[in-house]
């Protein structure tokens, strides 16, 4: 039961039912459960989600781009890089699971992805120097020499957007499932 970005919240929802929600969404994806700090314990909780041969960390606390590779790395992970429109979807509808109400409205977190805007090549990027794929993510073009720390690409209610580096943002991690666990 989602609510589109920007209407009004249900009246009589209350963060039990809410909870129950995310609890329900939980198990339908195979993964650990990991609770999120009591700052952001009225949205879904983090977990490892699968889609195909890969798995999916949505991490919830707020790191620059740089110390979100680090977290990644330590998770063996590494922060997203989509290759398919498939893939992006999935990331896309997952993205909309995380927010929490702000005056009555919903408010999608933001998650750093693995890329960024390489200003001698005027090209995005991927962590491991591949060149985003013409037509896969569209990034709102920018003055990218506005931000201090270089340009960075997030999701935020499925939506990819430019942002400083040097923001801090809750991460988006990726790895191979490891195929020869049962």
């Known amino acids: 039961m989602a609510w589109p970005a920007g209407n009004p919240h ?4 209350n963060l039990t039912q809410q909870r129950k929600l995310c609890q329900s969404r939980s198990t339908n994806h195979q993964g ?32 620059t781009w740089d110390q979100c590779q680090s977290y990644c790395s330590s998770q063996s992970a590494r922060l997203l890089k989509t290759e398919s429109k498939e893939e992006k979807n999935f ?18 977190f ?15 990027v991927w962590v ?33 957007k430019p942002g400083d580096c040097g923001e801090t943002r809750l991460c988006q991690c990726e790895k191979m499932k490891d195929l020869t666990r049962t």
């Open 128 to 160: 491991d120097s591949t060149a985003l794929s013409s037509g896969l993510l569209e990034i709102p073009e920018a003055d990218y020499q506005q931000y201090r720390h270089g340009a960075c690409a997030y999701i935020q209610g499925g939506n990819f």
């Open 10 to 13: 249900p009246a009589g929802e």
């Open 32 to 63: 650990t459960p990991q609770e999120l700090p009591s700052n952001r314990g009225d949205k879904c909780p983090v977990r490892w989600i699968q889609s195909s041969d890969s798995l999916y960390l949505f991490a919830a606390a707020d790191r």
């Open 110 to 124: 933001s998650f750093w992805i693995g890329l960024s805007y390489d200003s001698s090549s005027r090209k995005w």
């Open 91 to 108: 990331i896309q509808h997952e993205s909309f699971l995380y927010f929490d109400l702000r005056q009555g409205f919903q408010y999608y």
